[in-house]
């Protein structure tokens, strides 16, 4: 794959490096795609293990008798991709892919974490559930899904939000990564990304957008400070990767396709002391760079208590 980057709203080679793309954008996609027989055959080996329809999920009078909003996501000991960790070098290990996190990262960047992500698709939602997350802002699916497959993060959408909203009282010191496993078109959920919205800090979930035009959107931020940014909707063929900035807006709208939309998530952090890329992007950054309160979506239980979505009123 080559390290050239796309500019997010055309797709076409800019020549920038990834550092230079990451200030500007706030994300940055690969010109060409990962290893595709790599990508298709560990897709082969989830479906295999896994039927993603209506069986994942509990029944309501199960979910009623003890509902669970927290600790239903995949983490150590129970996640689907620790049974294929020989099948992931054509991401870890792809040279182009290394170099450009080692320029933003370098080259002693970890692995924070990495999963399955399905965007389930609307046929396999059962209908009790529909009724009851429309309008959402975060349809992660994971208190509904039974117990033994809650090893794969499971959406039906989920708003505009930065991907620090996990980490409370955490400088933005890593990286979001990408890949999907299977070509994926407009009816697939793709992500949906605000390309510049990284310059206002992280903020606080729900973010406060307004639709200008089908491609552009007004941000605004606590503190005062505004941004015009602009959408656009990451489609791609099998081993399409991107990265992005933690704060970086990004949401995905419900999968319409007959089928899931399976992917690959990684984040990513540095180690090292020494100055790197990151350093030159987070400096460009107009907002602040940690939160102690990263989302108000959610009651003390984790259930949600606001039922709004942006990201529903997008157009592709």
């Keep these: 794959m080559s390290s050239a980057a796309r500019n997010v709203s055309t797709g076409v080679s800019t020549g920038r490096s990834v550092t230079d793309t990451l200030i500007c954008d706030g994300a940055y996609l690969f010109e060409a795609s990962l290893d595709v027989a790599a990508a298709s055959a560990l897709l082969q080996k989830i479906r295999a293990v896994r039927a993603f329809d209506q069986t994942l999920f509990l029944d309501e009078a199960a979910f009623d008798r003890d509902p669970q909003y927290r600790g239903v996501n995949p983490r150590p000991g129970r996640n689907l991709l ?13 040279r182009e892919l290394v170099d450009a996190l080692g320029e933003v ?6 692995i ?13 939602v059962p209908d009790w559930l529909k009724a009851r997350i429309d309008g959402a802002p975060v349809n992660n699916l ?7 497959y809650r090893d794969v993060t499971y959406f039906y959408g989920i708003d505009f939000h930065q991907d620090i909203i996990d980490f409370k009282d955490r400088d933005a010191d890593f990286l979001t ?3 999907y496993l299977h070509p994926v078109g407009r009816s697939d959920a793709p992500l949906f990304l605000l390309k510049g919205s990284h310059v206002l800090g992280a ?14 959107w007004r941000y605004d931020s606590p503190d005062g400070q505004s941004a015009e ?35 690959l998530r990684y984040l990513i952090g540095r180690r090292s002391a ?6 030159l992007v987070n400096a460009a950054i107009r907002g602040p760079l940690r939160l102690d309160t990263t989302r108000v979506d959610l009651a003390a239980d984790g259930s949600p208590q606001i039922m709004s979505n942006t990201v529903r009123a997008a157009e592709g």
């Design 142 to 148: 994971g208190p509904y899904v039974k117990p033994d």
């Design 82 to 94: 620790e049974r294929f960790d020989a099948d992931l070098a054509f991401v870890e290990r792809d």
């Design 229 to 263: 940014v602009r959408q656009t909707v990451l489609t791609g063929q099998t081993g399409f990767a991107a990265i992005w900035h933690p704060f970086t807006l990004h949401g995905t709208q419900p999968d319409t396709a007959d089928h899931e939309r399976i992917s």
């Design 203 to 216: 903020t606080s979930f729900p973010h406060a957008l307004a639709r200008k035009d089908a491609e552009t």
């Design 112 to 124: 924070m974490d990495r999963k399955v992500v399905c965007g389930v698709p609307a046929r396999s």
């Design 105 to 110: 990262l370098g080259p002693d960047y970890v």
């Design 274 to 279: 020494s100055a790197v890329g990151l350093d």
């Design 177 to 179: 990564l990408y890949v």
